[in-house]
Structures are given as C-alpha cells and as structure tokens.
C-alpha cells in the first residue's frame, strides 16, 4: 500500500480542470473500449522510455486496476480454450480467487532464489508472474529464467505490480519486451498514485486482443484517463514518481537500519514499499503476528499469501511482510518504533 497522504491533490486537480475545459464534447460520450487515444498514446511513450516496454498504442487497453485486468484476462483465456493457469507459490490470495472463479485450475509454481520456477509450467496454458520483484519474497527473476518464460509457448501476464520503484541498481527492464507476441504487460497508478482512481493498463498481444478488450468494456472514468495522459505528458507523473521514490527509499533505508541493529535480516528490499523478515517457524511468525496487532500494527505472515500446499522443494516459510510505504510521513516513526518493541526474541 502506498502513502496515500503523498497523493499530489493540487497537482492532480490543476490538470483536471485544464482538460475538462479543453475536452472536446465528444470525450464525454461512452469512450473507446480499450480506453481514450489520448491516454493509451502517453502511455505507450511512457512505458517504452521507462520500463522498456514494446507498446504500440493500439494495443493498450486501459482497465480498473489490475484485478479488474485480471479477471478480463481470465475470461478471455477461457474463452480461448485456456484450462489451466500456472502461478507464484506465493502471492496474492485476491489473485488467485479471481482466476479461479473464471473457472481457471490453479499451478503453484515454487519460488526459489532465482525466481518462479518457470520448469514446473509444463502443460499449464498460461503463467502469472511478478518478476520484477516477486510479491512477496521479493527476488527477481534470474535472467536464465526470464529467456524460459520468452521461450514458453504458452500465454504470460506479467504483473508489474512496483517496477517504478527500484532503489539499489538500473530498474529491471520488463519483462514484456522479450515475448511481446506471447506475454500481457499489466501495470497500474495505484502505487504511484493512488488505488482508488482506479486506473490500469494492459499491453496485450494481438492474438487476445479483441477477447481481452471485449471482456473489459466498462473501464475507468473519461475524465479520469484523460487527466492521466495529461499528467503524463506535461511531466508531472514522473515528477509524482521521483518524488515518491525518495520517500519510500528514506523509509526502506530506516527499516533496514533499525532491524540491523537488533541483529535482524530483511530481504527483498532492492524495491518496492515492503521487506519480509524472514523467522525460523511459523509459530515464530503467529507469535509475532499476535504482537503485532496488540501493537496496533498492520502486518502480515508468509502464510498468508501461500497457495494451499507448496511442495516439498518450495517448503513453508515463515516470516513478516512488512509494508513501509502505508503510514504518513508524519506517523512512520512510531509505526517503526511499536515494530521494533515487538521483534526482540526473533533472531
């Protein structure tokens, strides 16, 4: 979760007004099913120079978030004749809820220091991967792997959940680029700036084109895309991002630096807004849970995001999933100091 006190109001709503008032009548009406012109051309732009992402403007269509986009993708691929889904042992629950109830099988694919086990995907249709920073252990993709998945057969969405958000070396180009023909590109403002506008975006391959954007006609508000693509072009988007990006490394930074101190280890840290604190056993992690929350903190347990029974190889790790990019500037360093009081025993 980001910080939602950063939302840059002012800004936002300065270019709101410019393009209502400039939006010809037309703009208003029901608006192109894969999104406005205006903004799918800005973000081409956008996403080529930033995350090196093949994107010809007709291809991009615009979504309400990214569950949104996941759902539509879901149904596209059934329609298709897609059975089976391949996806990170660990991840997000919401996620996997939503490809199932597109009546998709669910694959866990373990995840190991090099990433998603690409291997394990044979006879799935399709894959879903954050590899950029892998939600939410936080390992990227090994670039070995990465030719595995542009060698796949089989459709890929790539879930670039935070690939904006790289401190520590060159941001990870996406994945995308290397299969365009075969791999869906999904990335959202809900990080940058703020989930509930409600803005996403898929560069999609031509084959799944017309199933995805037919299963995605309702999406996000007219003027909402269109103060969006403005933002974009006039700079103020990368401007939010800069901006954001500081931030969230001053707050990494101070988390790493505490929990050292305590003789403890973060790790997935090299992006992001979260670090995991990886613990011994999960009754090490239920202990510091039930801390946590008599704290008043908001955090989580590896065992939540788990997909049912791993494997063997992939095992059932334990530890914290420590967002530090939701509390307000103004609230971070108590949120930091209650998290510190409830860690000591767990080295």
Do not use: N
């Amino acid at each position: 979760m980001p910080d939602l006190s950063a939302f840059p109001r002012r800004a936002w709503l300065a270019t709101a007004r410019k393009v209502l008032a400039a939006a010809p009548d037309h703009l208003l009406g029901y608006p192109d099913p894969r999104g406005l012109p205006p903004l799918r051309t800005a973000l081409a732009g956008y996403l080529a120079r930033v995350r090196g992402v093949t994107a010809d403007p007709d291809r991009i269509v615009i979504c309400a978030g990214f569950a949104h986009g996941l759902a539509g993708i879901c149904r596209a691929l059934r329609a298709t004749g897609a059975a089976t889904l391949a996806v990170e042992a660990y991840g997000h629950q919401a996620h996997r809820d939503i490809a199932a109830g597109q009546g998709l099988r669910l694959r866990p694919l373990p995840v190991d220091g090099l990433g998603a086990v690409i291997g394990r995907a044979a006879g799935a249709d399709a894959i879903l991967l954050t590899p950029a920073h892998q939600f939410p252990l936080g390992v990227t993709l090994h670039p070995r792997r990465r030719r595995e998945v542009a060698d796949w057969g089989g459709v890929v969405i790539e879930d670039d959940y935070d690939g904006e958000f790289r401190y520590d070396r060159q941001p990870v180009g996406a994945l995308q680029t290397l299969a365009p023909d075969h791999l869906v590109y999904a990335g959202t403002a809900s990080k940058s700036l703020a989930p509930s506008l409600r803005l996403g975006w898929l560069v999609v391959p031509p084959r799944l084109l017309d199933a995805v954007t037919a299963e995605l006609a309702a999406g996000p508000s007219a003027l909402d895309q269109l103060t969006l693509a403005e933002f974009i072009t006039s700079g103020g988007y990368d401007r939010q991002v800069r901006r954001a990006r500081l931030a969230y490394r001053h707050r990494r930074d101070r988390l790493a630096a505490a929990l050292r101190q305590r003789g403890l280890k973060v790790t997935g840290i090299a992006a992001g807004m979260h670090a995991v604190l990886e613990l011994s056993g999960t009754s090490q992690e239920q202990a510091a849970l039930s801390r946590a929350s008599q704290h008043g903190l908001a955090i989580e347990g590896l065992g939540t995001y788990r997909a049912g029974q791993t494997g063997a190889d992939d095992g059932d790790r334990a530890g914290l999933v420590i967002g530090y990019g939701r509390p307000p500037e103004h609230a971070y360093t108590t949120a930091l100091a209650r998290l510190c009081a409830i860690l000591p025993d767990f080295r």
